[in-house]
T-cell receptor, first 111, second 113 residues
Framework: RKEVEQDPGPFNVPEGATVAFNCTYS??????FFWYRQDCRKEPKLLMS???SGNEDGRFTAQLNRASQYISLLIRDSKLSDSATYLC????????????FGAGTTVTVRA | DGGITQSPKYLFRKEGQNVTLSCEQN?????MYWYRQDPGQGLRLIYY???????QKGDIAEGYSVSREKKESFPLTVTSAQKNPTAFYLC????????????FGNGTRLTVT
């Protein structure tokens, strides 16, 4: 089983739609969770950290489910500019120096 | 402005040559990392360093070497022993504290022919 797994998509949605996707992780000792956004041929950029109680940043909502070992990202009122690949990042253990990346979920928002 | 600088952005080398990728940060971060990304795949960890003069192998360290002589700098050498070196190389840093995210440089795209 991979350490971090994501549905690769692509998720093709119209502008204004809501899109959501999950990321599962294998190590129950993982403590740190993040969502990154990566545009084509660019470096990943931090979208948001994921906290135990869930958190929201504008149109983006992240949730953590420790019991089932997954995190989720929900995008409301999708914009064309939200088209990107979203990477799930998880610490492998209580040692936060080592982070593992999912392969990414591609989202395409169409006009 | 604080950040991470990778250079060069594009690099072309002949097979059999060693090549060194530069990574410098002025964020005063303790931890630095090198990742490799291949098309359609996730990032894979090559090496990481938690502190000056110390570094650990990641998941795919074979054919690579690093040094951490200064806090700000973490250069990566791709040696001729690396069987498939053509890839997008990303350097990152973090404070190393709990829940601290990675900050990435803008990457070096290496092509070996």
């Amino acid at each position: 089983r991979k350490e971090v797994e994501q549905d690769p998509g692509p998720f093709n949605v119209p502008e204004g739609a809501t899109v959501a996707f999950n990321c599962t992780y294998s190590n129950s000792a993982s403590q740190s969770f993040f969502w990154y956004r990566q545009d084509c041929r660019k470096e990943p950029k931090l979208l948001m950290s994921v906290y135990s109680s869930g958190n929201e940043d504008g149109r983006f909502t992240a949730q953590l489910n420790r019991a089932s070992q997954y995190i989720s990202l929900l995008i409301r009122d999708s914009k064309l500019s939200d088209s990107a690949t979203y990477l799930c990042v998880v610490s492998l253990s209580s040692n936060d120096y080592k982070l593992s990346f999912g392969a990414g979920t591609t989202v395409t928002v169409r006009a | 402005d604080g950040g991470i600088t990778q250079s060069p952005k594009y690099l072309f080398r002949k097979e059999g040559q060693n090549v060194t990728l530069s990574c410098e940060q002025n964020l005063n971060h303790d931890a630095m990392y090198w990742y490799r990304q291949d098309p359609g795949q996730g990032l894979r960890l090559i090496y990481y360093s938690q502190i000056v003069n110390d570094f650990q192998k990641g998941d795919i360290a074979e054919g690579y070497s690093v040094s951490r002589e200064k806090k700000e700098s973490f250069p990566l050498t791709v040696t001729s022993a690396q069987k498939n070196p053509t890839a997008f190389y990303l350097c990152a840093s973090s404070s190393g504290r709990e829940n601290s995210p990675l900050h990435f440089g803008n990457g070096t795209r290496l092509t070996v022919t």
